[in-house]
Nanobody, 127 residues
Framework: QVQLVESGGGLVQAGDSLRLSCAAS????????MGWFRQAPGKEREFVAT????????RYADSVKDRFTISRGNAENTVSLQMNSLELGDSAVYYC????????????????????WGQGTQVTVSS
């Protein structure tokens, strides 16, 4: 059974940092792009960041560029999201995702490109 399990969410104040982690099991994702999306109440799921299978390419949403950093540990089958200078608008449920396509240098930003999803972890930023 394939599982992606996020952790690290919580309640923080604006300006604080938080690190999200996603651990995969059931299959290896070391050859797949992995990404982070988020969804706030009443809004559609939106792209946050993604990293190619090799770790050599990354892509970020404009709203998080220069504040968030995505990284991966292929040996550990994990992906992380370091979030700095958090803003109120960053509050959302954050989801980890992985593509079924392997060995691609693409860094897809559409949710439809991802076949595997975690259950999400809540991030709440207060003023």
């Amino acid at each position: 059974q394939v599982q992606l399990v996020e952790s690290g969410g919580g309640l923080v104040q604006a300006g604080d940092s938080l690190r999200l982690s996603c651990a995969a099991s059931g299959r290896t994702f070391s050859r797949s792009a992995m990404g982070w999306f988020r969804q706030a109440p009443g809004k559609e799921r939106e792209f946050v960041a993604t990293i190619a299978w090799s770790g050599g390419s990354t892509r970020y949403a404009d709203s998080v560029k220069d504040r968030f950093t995505i990284s991966r540990g292929n040996a550990e089958n994990t992906v992380s999201l370091q979030m700095n200078s958090l803003e109120l608008g960053d509050s959302a449920v954050y989801y980890c995702a992985a593509t079924a396509v392997t060995y691609s240098s693409d860094t897809p930003s559409r949710p439809q490109s991802y076949s595997y999803w975690g259950q999400g972890t809540q991030v709440t930023v207060s003023s």
